[in-house]
Nanobody, 123 residues
């Protein structure tokens, strides 16, 4: 599966952005999807994930209540709605995918990565 992320940009503190990720292939509904991010000078970190069906989601603690991951299997797309953005959310955001096989909370490896989209939150 090939992934193409978009929607990044510059936003002020407290603002919102919606990232999108378009996936190629006819088996999108068989893949769990997720988002990672990498801030300048920091390691890449997990942000959020959603099961292939869309029924379950999982978030890192720092974004709970502010970010929402969703998907549209009919459009081969996954989204990340980001609200109440903070300067520490500034990062390159990556869309990821892998064949649905294990619980989201236990997944440590994602085999498919898209190119990143930059989110900058200014104060």
């Amino acid at each position: 599966v090939q992934l193409q992320a978009s929607g990044g940009g510059l936003v002020q503190v407290g603002g919102s952005l919606r990232l999108s990720c378009a996936a190629s292939g006819r088996t999108f509904s068989s893949y769990d999807m997720g988002w990672f991010r990498q801030a300048p000078g920091k390691e890449r970190e997990f942000v959020a994930a959603i099961t292939s069906s869309g029924r379950s989601t999982y978030y890192t603690d720092s974004v709970k209540g502010r970010f929402t991951i969703s998907r549209d299997n009919a459009k081969n797309s996954v989204f990340l709605q980001m609200n109440s953005l903070r300067p520490e959310d500034t990062a390159v955001y990556y869309c990821v995918a892998d064949v649905a096989s294990i619980a989201l909370a236990t997944r440590r490896v994602w085999n498919y990565w898209g190119q990143g989209t930059l989110v900058t939150v200014s104060s």
